[in-house]
């Protein structure tokens, strides 16, 4: 089984900052990618980040300049920092990997159960 440790979420004001952490586990032999899905209300689930173990991440138009994903893969661990954070990133955050899991012999993407990211005054 794979297991997503997620924090960093929470309530800031329109401006403000939050830095989210993710650290997967189990019983996995390679991660291929990582990153960070969100899903608000009403919405469809959207890719916020992702990367591989090097080379630039991929983000999604409306975080580009305010948000970082930083990965280090040798210990499981992604980072997102998220700065000018408005009202509409208001949403779950999931953290998504990638992984060959040992017990089920191949490929799989996997999410973790989400942490809440509010903006509000």
């Known amino acids: 089984q794979v297991h997503f440790v997620e924090s960093g979420g929470g309530l800031v004001q329109p401006g403000g900052s939050l830095n989210l952490s993710c650290i997967v586990s189990?019983?996995?032999?390679?991660?291929?990618?990582m990153g960070w899905y969100r899903q608000a209300p009403g919405k469809e689930r959207e890719l916020v980040a992702i990367?591989?173990?090097?080379?630039?991440?991929r983000y999604e138009a409306s975080v580009k300049g305010r948000f970082t994903l930083s990965r280090d893969f040798a210990r499981k661990t992604i980072y997102l920092e998220m700065n000018n954070l408005n009202p509409e990133d208001t949403a779950v955050y999931s953290c998504y990997a990638h992984i060959f899991e040992i017990d089920a012999r191949q490929w799989a993407d996997y999410w973790g159960q989400g942490t809440q990211v509010t903006i509000s005054t």
């Open positions: 990367g591989k173990s090097s080379g630039s991440p």
């Open positions: 189990g019983n996995i032999l390679n991660i291929a990618t």
